[in-house]
């Protein structure tokens, strides 16, 4: 099957079945252009998705830490993963498919072109060769008809006897010379006819089918293209679907890793206060200085057994009325006085507290109207930051749990803090060292300041972090000695000592707050550290080694010549950049030795 011996003919069809080709292979590249910019938006709006719910830097200690906030972060890690391989397929598609397609198409054009060129010179040529010829053609007819019409002028002078001679020899000449004429146009329109047919045959069996098939196999390859630009359109997106299989199955060990105990446990931490639960009211006897030794009779034994029955259904009144989350108490009520209670002992040494003999009837109004005593402890706690006013640097107005977590993550921020500034300070000495072995790098007197200031800042932290632990240590020594005091009468005798007001304020003996066990934080340092790796800085870039760096210094990066690294934090006018390997090993690399690419390209890597 060839078009030259198949299509000899078609010329005109050739060149618009061309021109379909061509304009089919551009709307394709059309279609995969758009699907690039569709995966580039989808890519796009992932990131800005995954960026507005991740928790911001700044307010990183404020983000709860259950293990199903930690499994949220951890499937936007790997949605962001995923799409840095959507703009990974757009990248490839661009690249192998799109701009390989408009080059082609570039090159058909110019090919086609030059084929169709040869095929209209060829056509013109055998044009010109028909007309040559045809014009020997007309000449020799209108010469034969000259010759026809000589011959007949001859005969009929030859045969008219009134002719003179001369005028039969003058036809005679001209018959003559029309007939050599005529046998001359005869040879030239024969040589012009014998050309013609061979021109006309190389024409259409040689040139022709020559031209043809080159058009032909310029179709071929055309087809081939987009064969392999499908195949390759696919293939773009079939690289990356282990690694997007790898994103969705650390999606699903995610959610697999939400522990509902353990975010219980979580909210024990963290909202524990260190009290313990109130005890039990001690009866309180005010019969005793009431009623009297009186005689068995009939009479008196009814009065008093009337007596009994109504004390007893007074205290049952309070004791359904008198519950730790009661009714607030009403502002009207008459705040308690000192010189209205004093402490009784029982026999087994515990003290509870008892009204005196005046205001008896102020203590049976209260039992009545069922206003209890301790207040619940949201109370305690409102009423206690009323008192404190702002709160304090060593977090003394929090209750000793609290207080204890607080000083604990003040601690670990200031530690990360040292770190960084020691990190800084080992950066600024090694380019230090840089600098005095390589002057022309730069002067090693300009970085002395920023060696000050980053020795004031790390003197300044070592300070606080000293300050802070000696806080914790005195909370801890408080909580632990406190402890074991611990029994029925504990929130009696607060009550007793003045620590409560009507409204369920504190008073300012801070002596005499109650605390709870010492609360064991190993388990809390430990999800600390756990969500502290789980939560890595974003890649913002990545970059190639241009020189090789062996990073022997603590908080360096070694790397070899040609590496790609992630970039995950600015030079900060230092000289060094902080990256990480794709194992997850991060540390700091000199600026210089690498070349840096930011945002817009980095998950290409």
Known sequence: MSWGTELWDQFDSLDKHTQWGIDFLERYAKFVKERIEIEQNYAKQLRNLVKKYCPKRSSKDEEPRFTSCIAFFNILNELNDYAGQR?????????????????????????RKMHLQEGRKAQQYLDMCWKQMDNSKKKFERECREAEKAQQSYERLDNDTNATKADVEKAKQQLNLRTHMADENKNEYAAQLQNFNGEQHKHFYVVIPQIYKQLQEMDERRTIKLSECYRGFADSERKVIPIISKCLEGMILAAKSVDERRDSQMVVDSFKSGFEPPGDFPFEDYSQHIYRTISDGTISASKQEGGKMDAKSTVGKAKGKLWLFGKKPKPQSPPLTPTSLFTSSTPNGSQFLTFSIEPVHYCMNEIKTGKP???????????????????????????PEQRRKKLQQRIDELNRGLQ?????????????DVYEKNPQMGDPGSLQPKLAETMNNIDRLRMEIHKNEAWLSEVEGKTG??????????????????????????????????????????????????????DP???????????????????????????????????KGDGWTRARRQNGEEGYVPTTYIDVTLEKNSKGS
């Open 87 to 111: 703009e990974v397929v757009a990248e490839e598609m661009a690249h192998r498919v799109y701009g390989e397609l408009m080059r082609y198409a570039h090159d058909l054009k110019t090919e």
């Open 373 to 399: 005593r301790i207040p619940s402890f949201r109370s305690l706690k409102r009423g206690w930051s009323v008192k404190m006013g702002p709160a304090l640097e060593d977090f003394s107005h929090l209750p």
């Open 420 to 432: 960084k500034e020691s990190d800084q300070k080992e950066a600024l000495n090694k380019m230090k």
């Open 481 to 534: 000695g406190r402890g074991d005091r611990r029994h029925s009468s504990d929130i009696n005798h607060l009550v007793t000592q003045g620590r409560e007001s009507p409204e369920g304020s504190y008073t300012d003996d801070a002596n005499q707050e109650v605390r709870g066990p010492p609360q064991q934080h190993g388990h809390h340092s430990e999800f600390d550290d756990e969500f502290e790796d789980d």
């Open 537 to 571: 800085l974003p890649a913002i870039g990545h970059c190639k080694a241009i020189y090789p760096f062996d990073g022997h210094n603590e908080g360096t990066l070694a790397m070899k010549e040609g590496e790609v690294l992630y970039i995950i934090e600015e030079d």
